[in-house]
């Protein structure tokens, strides 16, 4: 049997349970697009790419492992399997938990290296230039993540520097918008990003695709923020320690819209044509259709949300243009009294393409509309839950007209919409992910349409 069937072997049933695979319940059917290795110190290291046609549209992964002839010291959560080899046995770690990946993974970003196989190959590409004299730690990090991310902590001749590079688990052709949104803005001089470093582009065997080879981004490398804490969790606790949230609910909304206006800049607006009406109602109606079928407890709110949809397609539409894509609080750091927007990679349930293509900036806006909501949600929805939830989606608001000069009144039944589809979103996202957190979309989808009959 090959080294790589072994892999294969060993992957199938590990895959299965990984937070990033999408087709939970389902067992993995892989077949290997490409494998490429990186030269590294003390193991060997391989990055494959897997294709899982388990799911109704096959998912491409990134899925890096490392060979070792003897236990990695703490790694035991990280063992994928072991295997003969000859006399030996072989021990196969997921990548990021090993140094010897996350390592050779961050010198070939800041030394573009390349690094070539049959079936795909991997660029590694420097944004500025970034001499790392030494790689002092590499953990990955813990917690809820579609994707894996590494934190290091290396020596550069300008002093210490944390940085953080995130593994890219599901692959598709085409920029990620992740990485290209957020390097614009870093470039255009946003300070409500982080410093991007670099990034890992890839090219695979793919007969769909002109050619018969897709390029997609793998990597994306970025300062990590120190001592930086999620807004997320620091509007939990404020909203269950009774702490008035509207000058920080303010201060998100000024920055939300600072960050709508340099997308605009670095990417341009275009007018919303009938074409892109349509396509966003007949969006909206699939995603309906989907949580449905998935959560039939909303076909009673069809006719309702089926109303407010086709009254949306008669109002005016604002210009379209880049956003963030799934934006919520999760996604929103504070790093020195400052809001610092992450994660431009759009929702994980839609297509790559939808994704990387000019949006509404109210999609953004009713995201974290819906972000304050589950706050009062996930603390058991109390009356003070509910007060605490109404003022900082107020405050935010009122920032984000301030500094956009954008009146979202004009827009309200709009931006209700969008809150709905976002909903609507949520709850097959919740089905699919978190059970217990589904009546918190159920509920606001209950009260929207209300609201609207
Ligand atoms: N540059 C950064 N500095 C500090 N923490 C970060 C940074 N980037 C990401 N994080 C942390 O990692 C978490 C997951 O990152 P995210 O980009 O949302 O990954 P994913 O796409 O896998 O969900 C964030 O919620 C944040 O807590
Ligand atoms: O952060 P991701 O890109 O993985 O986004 C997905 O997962 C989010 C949950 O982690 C999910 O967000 C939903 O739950 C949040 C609380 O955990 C809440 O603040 C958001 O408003 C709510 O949408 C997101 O929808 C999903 O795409």
């Not at 695979?204 to 804490?229: C, I, K, S, Y």
């Not at 006719?303 to 963030?324: F, K």
């Not at 929103?332 to 994980?348: H, N």
Request: hydrophobic share 40%; glycine share 8%; with cysteine.
């Amino acid at each position: 049997m090959s080294v790589l069937t072994s892999h294969l072997d060993l992957i199938a049933p590990w895959l299965g349970s990984q937070r990033w695979f999408a087709s939970k319940g389902r067992l993995p059917e892989l077949e290997l697009i490409g494998s490429w290795q990186i030269p590294a110190a003390d193991a060997q290291v391989h990055s494959h790419l897997i294709m899982d046609h388990s799911a109704t549209v096959p998912v491409l992964y990134q899925v890096p492992v490392t060979e070792r002839e003897s236990p990695l010291d703490d790694a035991d959560g990280a063992l994928i399997g072991t295997y003969p080899s000859g006399n030996d046995t072989v021990y196969l770690y997921d990548g990021p938990h090993d140094p010897a990946y996350s390592q050779s993974l961050l010198t070939m970003i800041t030394g573009n290296a390349t690094a070539a196989s049959e079936g795909a190959d991997a660029t590694g590409r420097a944004f500025g230039k970034l001499e790392v004299t030494s790689i002092l730690s590499a953990r990955v990090l813990t917690g809820e993540q579609s994707n894996t991310s590494i934190i290091y902590r290396v020596d550069t001749p300008d002093g210490p520097l944390r940085v953080i590079c995130k593994v890219f688990r599901a692959l598709h052709h085409g920029e990620n918008p992740d990485v290209v949104l957020q390097s614009a803005l870093a470039a255009a001089g946003s300070h409500s990003v982080p410093h991007s470093i670099g990034c890992v582009e890839g090219e695979w065997n793919d007969v769909g695709q002109p050619g018969g080879r897709a390029r997609g981004h793998l990597a994306f490398a970025q300062e990590f923020m120190t001592g930086a804490e999620d807004a997320w969790r620091f509007a939990l606790r404020a909203s269950e320690a009774g702490i008035d949230f509207r000058a920080d609910a303010h201060a998100l909304g000024a920055v939300t819209a600072e960050v709508h206006r340099t997308l605009a800049a670095s990417f341009g607006t275009r007018p919303a044509s009938v074409e892109d009406i349509a396509e966003a109602l007949s969006s909206w109606q699939s995603r309906l259709q989907v949580a449905i079928d998935e959560v039939p407890a909303i076909a009673e709110l069809r006719g309702v949300i089926d109303g407010l949809y086709a009254a949306a397609g008669d109002l005016e539409w604002p210009p379209l243009q880049r956003v963030h894509g799934d934006y919520h609080l999760g996604q929103v750091l504070l790093a020195d009294g400052q809001w610092i927007l992450l994660d431009f990679e759009g929702e994980p349930l839609r297509p790559m393409l939808e994704r990387s293509r000019p949006d509404f900036a109210l999609r953004d806006v009713a995201g974290m509309l819906r972000s304050f909501d589950y706050v009062a949600g996930s603390l058991g929805s109390t009356e003070h839950a509910a007060e605490w939830t109404s003022a900082s989606r107020r405050a935010f608001l009122s920032g984000y007209i301030e500094e956009s000069g954008t009146d979202l009144r004009a827009h309200r039944e709009l931006l209700d919409a969008f809150e709905m589809d976002k909903a609507v979103y949520e709850a097959v996202y919740e089905a699919r992910n978190r059970p217990d957190w589904l009546p918190i979309p159920l509920s606001a989808l209950r009260r929207l349409a209300s609201r609207s009959r």
